[in-house]
């Protein structure tokens, strides 16, 4: 079955810098457009990063744009976010998830992983 | 950007009940509007897409509603599963915005 599961979260400092991982398995990843969603504790959700199939295209929102870096290796069925100069309110779940069958819609999602900014 | 409101931003409901949620658009998007379900410690699960299409799986309980800046999804009975917080999204283009929640509590 289609299946996403994060890696990559933990504690790290302000200012530091963290690589999530995202591995996708049961599906053809490369036909599909990639998201990254958070979510801080007891709060919404937040899209934070959109890459298409290739690659070719890619998105951020204002809140890490210049900080975080999408990727991906089709190759290796594998999502990634590199995220620089972190910062306290960057402590969330981080969640890959996967386009649905609509643009810009998510289904289905990781179990996700945590990031924790903090002194 | 386009903000989506969801009222309201939690809701007490007994089993059996019938409950709706609201969500506004700031602008017009046409029908680009999603539900998505989370249940605690949970990843969410998409409901509904294109304001009223059910997404493969989900009970026929669940439906949505609306067009333009005004949206709606009603649980027509509630079962125990339901209670959850549920969150509504844009899907008319980048920033990507979620609503910022509905939680569903048990009365």
């Known amino acids: 079955q289609v299946q996403l599961v994060e890696f990559g979260g933990g504690l790290v400092k302000p200012g530091g810098s963290l690589r999530l991982s995202c591995a996708a398995s049961g599906f053809t990843f490369s036909d599909y457009y990639m998201s990254w969603i958070r979510q801080a504790p007891g709060k919404g959700l937040e899209w934070i990063s959109y890459i298409s199939n290739t690659g070719s295209s890619i998105y951020y929102a204002d809140s890490v744009k210049g900080r975080f870096t999408i990727s991906r290796d089709n190759a290796k069925n594998s999502l990634y976010l590199q995220m620089n100069s972190l910062r306290a309110e960057d402590t969330a779940v981080y969640y890959c998830a996967r386009e649905s069958v609509v643009t810009y819609l998510f289904d289905p999602w990781g179990q996700g992983t945590l990031v924790t900014v903090s002194s | 950007d386009i903000q989506v409101t969801q009222s309201p931003s939690s809701v007490s409901a007994s089993v059996g009940d019938r409950v709706t949620i609201t969500c506004r658009a700031s602008?017009?998007?046409?029908?680009?509007l999603a539900w998505y379900q989370q249940r605690p410690g949970r990843a969410p699960r998409l409901l509904i897409y294109a304001a009223s299409r059910l997404q493969s799986g989900v009970p026929s309980r669940f439906s949505g509603s609306g067009s333009g800046t005004d949206f709606t999804l009603t649980i027509s009975s509630l079962q125990p599963e339901d209670f959850a917080t549920y969150y509504c999204?844009?899907?008319?283009?980048?920033?990507?915005?979620f609503g910022q929640g509905t939680r569903l509590e048990i009365k």
């Open positions: 602008q017009g998007i046409s029908y680009s």
């Open positions: 999204q844009q899907a008319n283009g980048f920033p990507i915005t």
